[in-house]
Nanobody, 126 residues
Framework: QVQLVESGGGLVQAGGSLRLACAAS????????MAWFRQAPGNERNFVAA????????GYADSVKGRFTISRDNAKNTVYLQMNSLKPEDTFVYYC???????????????????WGQGTQVTVSS
C-alpha cells in the first residue's frame, strides 16, 4: 500500500505555470505506476497524464499534450506534473493516483488505480 499527498496547487494567471507534486509516505514507490487525473465539482474524473513505474513511458490527454509534463523521482518517492501555458479551462481539482504494476505501458483507466491522494485545487484566471 501507499499513501499519496498532493501539493503545489493555487491561483495563477492564464499563460502561467505551476508544478504539482505528489509525495508517497511509508516506503519507496518504484514498483508503482503513477497518474494524474482532474475533476470539477459534480463532474467525472478525467485522465491527465501517466507514467510507468520505471519512468520510461509517459502518456497524456490530448487537451494537455505539449503543455504538461509528468515525471518521477523514485529516490524521493515523488511524482510531478509540470503545467505550462495554463488556460482557464485547466481549472480543476487535480488528483494523483497509484497502481502496483511493472508493465512497460501506462494506463488511462481510472479503475486501474487503487490508491488516490486528497487532491489539490488549481485555478487559472483570465
Amino acid at each position: 500500500q501507499v499513501q499519496l499527498v498532493e501539493s503545489g496547487g493555487g491561483l495563477v494567471q492564464a499563460g502561467g505555470s505551476l508544478r504539482l507534486a505528489c509525495a508517497a509516505s511509508g516506503r519507496p514507490f518504484s514498483s508503482y505506476a503513477m497518474a494524474w487525473f482532474r475533476q470539477a465539482p459534480g463532474n467525472e474524473r478525467n485522465f491527465v497524464a501517466a507514467i510507468t513505474s520505471s519512468g520510461t513511458v509517459t502518456g497524456y490527454a490530448d487537451s494537455v499534450k505539449g503543455r504538461f509534463t509528468i515525471s518521477r523521482d523514485n529516490a524521493k518517492n515523488t511524482v510531478y506534473l509540470q503545467m505550462n501555458s495554463l488556460k482557464p479551462e485547466d481549472t480543476f481539482v487535480y488528483y494523483c493516483a497509484a497502481r502496483y504494476s511493472g508493465s512497460r505501458y501506462y494506463s488511462r483507466r481510472e479503475d486501474d488505480y487503487a490508491y488516490w491522494g486528497q487532491g489539490t485545487q488549481v485555478t487559472v484566471s483570465s
